[in-house]
């Protein structure tokens, strides 16, 4: 009579810890109040490319805390929609 073969269980394990979505989350953040801040005090179109440039940033820093390494094909979509 042939033996069974035990099943392997495999273990799960989160992409990343906690704290790095926290700081990932907390930086992006910076880096949005920054960009508009920033871009208000350039003023003119300077202001408006460089402030939607580092926005951009802050958001992807938020969006990458928030929905994981993959995230970053959503906030390309979104801001090209606009």
Do not use: S
């Not at 930086?27 to 179109?45: F, K, M, R």
């Not at 940033?57 to 090209?80: C, M, N, R, S």
């Amino acid at each position: 009579m042939p033996r069974k073969q035990p099943e392997t269980a495999v273990a799960v394990q989160p992409d990343q810890p906690a704290r790095h979505d926290t700081l990932h989350i907390v930086l992006g953040a910076l880096l949005v109040v920054g960009g508009v801040v920033g871009g208000i005090a350039l003023g003119g179109w300077l202001g408006l490319g460089l402030g939607a440039l580092v926005v951009l940033l802050g958001y992807y820093f938020v969006v990458l805390g928030i929905g994981g390494k993959h995230a970053w094909l959503e906030i390309f979509q979104e801001f090209f929609n606009m």
